[in-house]
T-cell receptor, first 116, second 113 residues
Framework: EAGVVQSPRYKIIEKKQPVAFWCNPISGHNTLYWYRQNLGQGPELLIRYENEEAVDDSQLPKDRFSAERLKGVDSTLKIQPAELGDSAVYLC??????????????FGPGTRLLVL | AQSVTQLGSHVSVSEGALVLLRCNYSSSVPPYLFWYVQYPNQGLQLLLKYTTGATLVKGINGFEAEFKKSETSFHLTKPSAHMSDAAEYFCAVSGNQGGKLIFGQGTELSVKP
């Protein structure tokens, strides 16, 4: 079974430029998460989707970040414009059912973003 | 609100020695607790989790953890460390906000030959 796929794996951009990350969850997983992991810290949730619906986006900086999950499968996270403080690893995860607190989340390898 | 504290950002053990990684949590609701491992340039992999029932949870690669409600702890142990255990370990809690995992800051485990 294929795991969570993310691309690109690495991205270097200059500040004020736009950037987008793509995630394809495990087949059949209804819930998709985007996390941001700053250097030396644990991941922090940005947004959670159940199928196509964003059910928790309270931590997403909406002035510059946007996300979509069309057709309830793969998802794109965008930053426009990027700032120096956005340098981090962006992790995508998925879980099988409705995003219950007990469910195992399966993580992709992440996209490492460096903003210069 | 929920939170996780991992005591010790870096732990070093000798190969064959006991591994003990400490995790304390705070939660206003019955918690679900997780340990994840992260190898360099990889995503997080679940080691084990506590949901309900038996408080001693066994996971992959010989790891186990015990949920102690009275101490609000969920420490991770392994009787004998192997070189391949060198990685970053994260403790996480959920329960208050659906599937939102709250992670600790991580503990880097080094294993000396």
């Amino acid at each position: 079974e294929a795991g969570v796929v993310q691309s690109p794996r690495y991205k270097i951009i200059e500040k004020k430029q736009p950037v987008a990350f793509w995630c394809n969850p495990i087949s059949g997983h209804n819930t998709l998460y985007w996390y941001r992991q700053n250097l030396g810290q644990g991941p922090e949730l940005l947004i959670r989707y159940e199928n196509e619906e964003a059910v928790d986006d309270s931590q997403l900086p909406k002035d510059r970040f946007s996300a979509e999950r069309l057709k309830g499968v793969d998802s794109t996270l965008k930053i426009q414009p990027a700032e120096l403080g956005d340098s981090a690893v962006y992790l995508c995860a998925s879980s099988l059912e409705s995003g219950g607190a007990w469910e195992t989340q399966y993580f992709g390898p992440g996209t490492r973003l460096l903003v210069l | 609100a929920q939170s996780v504290t991992q005591l010790g950002s870096h732990v070093s053990v000798s190969e064959g020695a006991l591994v003990l990684l400490r995790c304390n949590y705070s939660s206003s609701v019955p918690p679900y607790l997780f340990w994840y491992v992260q190898y360099p340039n990889q995503g997080l992999q679940l080691l084990l989790k506590y949901t309900t029932g038996a408080t001693l949870v066994k996971g992959i690669n010989g790891f186990e953890a015990e949920f102690k409600k009275s101490e609000t702890s969920f420490h991770l142990t392994k009787p004998s460390a192997h070189m391949s255990d060198a990685a970053e370990y994260f403790c996480a809690v959920s329960g208050n906000q659906g599937g939102k995992l709250i992670f600790g800051q991580g503990t880097e485990l080094s294993v000396k030959p």
